[in-house]
């Protein structure tokens, strides 16, 4: 019984996870070592928020450019 109820929340969250994950893009990025160390300095709280912030703000550069 026990082992279902497992099975079943395991699927519950498969399920929501992948729901989540259909509404992002996913972008990997490799970057040399130390970058990230260099992001943390500046004040940033990961890797991946400023990758979003800089991706956001080179689009609306490149973007406005060409309007």
Known sequence: MEENKQETRKK???K?????DSTKDK???????GTLERIK???YTSG???????????LE????RKQ
């Not at 929501?16 to 989540?20: D, E, G, L, Q, T």
């Open 12 to 14: 519950q969250v498969q």
């Open 16 to 20: 929501a996870v992948a729901r989540y």
């Open 27 to 33: 972008i990997l990025a490799r970057c040399p070592a």
């Open 41 to 43: 300095k500046l004040g």
């Open 48 to 58: 991946n928020a400023f990758a979003v912030q800089a991706i956001i703000e080179r």
């Open 61 to 64: 550069k490149e973007e406005s």
